[in-house]
């Protein structure tokens, strides 16, 4: 019988092409997008999407338990992946812009987290797989939003780990790092709506970041596809002791060394001139 996994955020990138892999790899993948229009070409794809917003705790509810029907009541693992990055100096941004950056990226994770536990718990196994960053444990500036969201995720996901210990329920996290997608693209579009460009004591360097944020490529030179993510989505899902983080880039695993052995103002030093 194949296991099922539900995925969040598959309408392109990380989760669209580990959606496709797993589905390759006999997995029942449950992908899911907020946007009918994704919902539709997922479907004619051939995998099975569902509408799941994270925005909307009605839909998230209504989600998990689709899912859980398409699955014969047997969700063998969640792929949180669903997020955003919120750009802008934290002294720019309004406490709705936090507000929503965590509605997305941690407030409905955990929501949806919660409602599968039970269902994993009652079947006596499951996997839960976290999408997580670089920029969850080393923050750059005017990326404060996302970074306080992944910060957060951290921690909540490494005190999930240490409660469901005594359990067959695994916990990982996935810290990629600089990975091609249309994450700029959606960052492009919350820095417009949330951050008053003009009016801002940081205008000058919005500039800088407005170009990056519209290239249509990263041009970071360890930049690699978002198919690097699946084999550690794999080993997570499959492996009897799956790793308690996957560091996949290059940046992602030199910061956490650096992290570990260097003072704290001189990895400060390396950050600002990194971002």
Request: with cysteine; proline share 4%; charged share 20%.
């Amino acid at each position: 019988m194949k296991k099922s996994i539900l995925i969040t955020g598959c309408s392109t990138g990380i989760g669209y092409v580990c959606a496709h892999a797993l589905n390759k790899e006999g997995f029942h993948v449950i992908a899911s997008c907020r946007n009918d229009q994704d919902v539709e070409r997922l479907n004619r794809e051939g995998l099975t999407c569902i509408k799941l917003d994270l925005n909307d705790t009605d839909s998230i509810s209504q989600g998990v338990k689709q899912a859980l029907q398409l699955a014969n009541g047997k969700l063998y693992a969640v792929f949180n992946n669903g997020a955003y990055g919120q750009p802008g100096a934290l002294e720019d941004l309004p406490t709705d812009a936090l507000k929503a950056q965590f509605q997305t990226n941690v407030f409905g994770w955990h929501q949806l987290v919660t409602e599968a536990l039970p269902h994993m718990r009652a079947q006596g196994e499951g996997r839960i797989i976290q999408n997580s960053s670089v920029l969850g444990f080393a923050a750059m500036k005017y990326r404060g939003a996302y970074n306080a969201s992944k910060f957060a995720l951290e921690g909540w996901t490494d005190t999930l780990r240490l409660e469901l210990a005594d359990t067959n329920i695994k916990v990982a996290l996935i810290e990629p790092g600089p990975i091609e997608t249309q994450f700029r693209q959606n960052a492009l579009k919350a820095f417009y709506k949330w951050i008053d460009i003009e009016n801002s004591p940081h205008k000058a360097a919005y500039d800088g970041q407005k170009k990056r944020l519209d290239n249509d490529k990263s041009n970071h030179r360890f930049v690699l596809p978002a198919e690097s993510c699946i084999g550690p989505v794999l080993h997570a899902l499959t492996s009897n002791s799956p790793k308690i983080r996957y560091r996949i880039t290059t940046p992602t695993k030199v910061f956490a060394i650096l992290k570990r052995i260097l003072p704290t103002r001189v990895l400060d030093s390396i950050l600002r001139r990194a971002a």
